[in-house]
């Protein structure tokens, strides 16, 4: 998986190309928790639950279904923008397993669960995988995760989110 560090770049991005007066803080801070909640399900570990479960790590809860889930209960607790609401929670949510499935390590990620147990990675992985641990973030190998995370998350969201930004202050000139 990315990172904590990672995730949080897609609703930041985001956020700068919807502009503030359709992404508001508190849909902000929604969009945040919806790029981080998926990696919740390690607690699955505790329960005996096998990596490789449905309801295990990487499993239902980074699935597309579970993203539509939470955008919906977006959509219902931010009424004013109902839409908006839906598909940025689901767009933040749904990126936390489509960068999964992009990184070179883990066993798949169940990008179609309920509807099927099998698990998915994209044919080009070069996101290196960040480790469960957290004596990772005291390695050398942390920085290694960190520059590729750089080179292929923060960087191109960044990209997005300054297109976003331009595009929004030439329309306002």
């Known amino acids: 998986m990315p990172s904590v560090f990672a995730h949080p770049a897609v609703p930041i991005a985001l956020a700068c190309v ?8 508190s849909l902000m801070a929604a969009g ?3 790029s981080l ?6 607690v699955a570990f505790r329960f005996g639950i096998p990596y490789g479960a449905m309801f295990g790590h990487r499993g239902f809860f980074h699935s597309i279904f579970f993203a539509a889930l939470a955008g919906a209960a977006a959509a219902l607790y931010f009424r004013r923008r109902r839409a908006v609401s839906f598909l940025f929670v689901f767009a933040c949510m749904a990126s936390h397993g489509l960068l999964d499935a992009i990184t070179d390590g883990g066993k798949g990620i ?23 641990s957290p004596r990772h973030f005291f390695s050398s190998e942390f ?5 590729s995370e750089i080179k ?11 297109i976003g930004v331009a595009r929004r202050k030439r329309q306002r000139s």
């Open 18 to 25: 919807a502009g503030r007066k359709r992404v508001s803080p």
């Open 32 to 34: 945040l928790v919806a």
């Open 37 to 42: 909640l998926p990696d919740a399900d390690v």
């Open 110 to 132: 169940g990008l179609l669960a309920p509807f099927t147990a099998e698990r998915y990675f994209f044919p080009w992985r070069p996101i290196t995988v960040c480790s469960l």
């Open 143 to 147: 920085w290694s995760v960190m520059l």
């Open 152 to 162: 292929w998350v923060w960087a191109p969201c960044c990209l997005l989110g300054a």
